[in-house]
Each structure stands twice: as structure tokens, then as C-alpha cells.
């Protein structure tokens, strides 16, 4: 219907956007507010409203992958460790990486970023470099310490103090992207 602007008030507007949210998914709530505090900035700025009602839009909370994170049942993780070829280097590095992933629990970056300097094989032990400058020391599982040894043993040599490779020329370490696409393969 017809507004009178100039009446237009922060009760007022909390009650549209309580009678226009109501049912509606994350997305198109948030967008409402947004298109409203547009609409609001611009009556304000050309003299319809005397104030500035914006702050009187609520602010909605939707965090990105706030829910809890997909996962694999243990048998579909079992399948894909199992998938790759040992009898390759790629396959052994392959089995590596997922069993890193699977059985550590670390990030394709940590992955990634593994070098050959963070691995202590007298202590056990592996030194992940994690988010935010983190660094944690984790014991090196015995079906992981294997499944490294047997794909250092048989990689290309190489300058590069990172433990996994890419199997093609230059030979430069493995990015996240290539972990990623590991798992996806």
C-alpha cells in the first residue's frame, strides 16, 4: 500500500522485516535485509526520512559451513585407501597422502606442506605445520610411517626437502589442489 516515508520508524521497520522473514530461507532473508538497508540508506540520503533507519535492520547470523562437515563412512574410507595401486610410486604417494588425511586427521595443506625435516623416525614423531603458524607434534601411526617409507624409498630423488611430489617434470612439491585431487581420483 501507500507509505508516508516521512512517518517511517525503527519499530516499524523491525516489524516489516519480522512479517517478511518469517519462512523464508537464510538466503533470501539475508538478501531482504540487505535490499532494505539499500532502500533505507537512499531515502535517507535524499531527504524522504530524516533519519537513518539502517540500524534499525537486524543483523542475521549464516555462517559459511557452519554445520557439521560431510564425512565418510569408515568402510567408503577403507575403499578409497585400498583404491590405489602399490605397486606404482604415484600409487604409494597416493596411499600416503590418504592415509595422512584419514588416519591423522590433517588438512590437504598440511599435507601438502609435509617436509622431509618434519618427520623424526628415531621419536616417531611428525611435526605438522598448521593453520595460523601453528606447529603440533603428532605420533607417526605405524601403518602411516610404512606407507611414507615405502614411497621415499622408491620417489624420484629430488632437491626438494618436501615429502610428496608431483610424478611429472619439474618433480616440485604437491600443492593442497593436488591433495584435493588425490582424494577426488
Not at 102 to 131: C, F, H, P, Y
Given at each position: ?5 516521512s512517518?517511517?520508524d ?24 540487505i535490499?532494505l ?101 603428532m ?7 610404512s ?13 626438494w ?17 593436488s ?7
Amino acid at each position: 500500500g501507500k507509505l508516508d516515508l516521512s512517518s517511517l520508524d525503527g519499530a516499524t521497520v523491525k516489524r516489516y522485516v519480522l512479517e517478511r522473514s518469517r519462512g523464508s530461507s537464510l538466503y533470501r532473508a539475508r538478501t531482504m535485509l540487505i535490499g532494505l538497508r539499500s532502500f533505507l540508506r537512499f531515502v535517507h540520503l535524499r531527504g524522504d526520512i530524516a533519519m537513518d533507519l539502517r540500524g534499525a535492520v537486524p543483523k542475521m547470523a549464516g555462517w559459511r559451513m557452519a554445520s557439521l562437515p560431510k564425512y565418510l563412512a569408515p568402510e567408503q574410507v577403507t575403499t578409497i585407501v585400498e583404491s590405489c595401486d602399490r605397486r606404482t610410486t604415484v600409487g604409494r604417494r597416493d596411499y600416503a597422502v590418504l592415509l595422512l588425511l584419514a588416519r591423522m586427521g590433517l588438512r590437504a595443506k598440511e599435507v601438502a606442506t609435509l617436509s622431509l625435516d618434519d618427520v623424526n623416525w628415531q621419536e616417531g614423531i611428525v611435526l605438522i605445520r598448521g593453520k595460523g603458524l601453528r606447529t603440533d607434534r603428532m605420533p607417526l601411526l605405524d601403518e602411516v610411517g610404512s606407507a611414507l617409507a615405502s614411497y621415499l624409498r622408491r620417489r624420484r630423488k629430488s632437491t626438494w626437502r618436501s615429502v610428496f611430489l608431483c610424478d611429472h617434470a619439474p618433480h616440485a612439491p604437491l600443492h593442497s589442489n593436488s591433495v584435493t585431487a588425490i582424494v577426488r581420483r
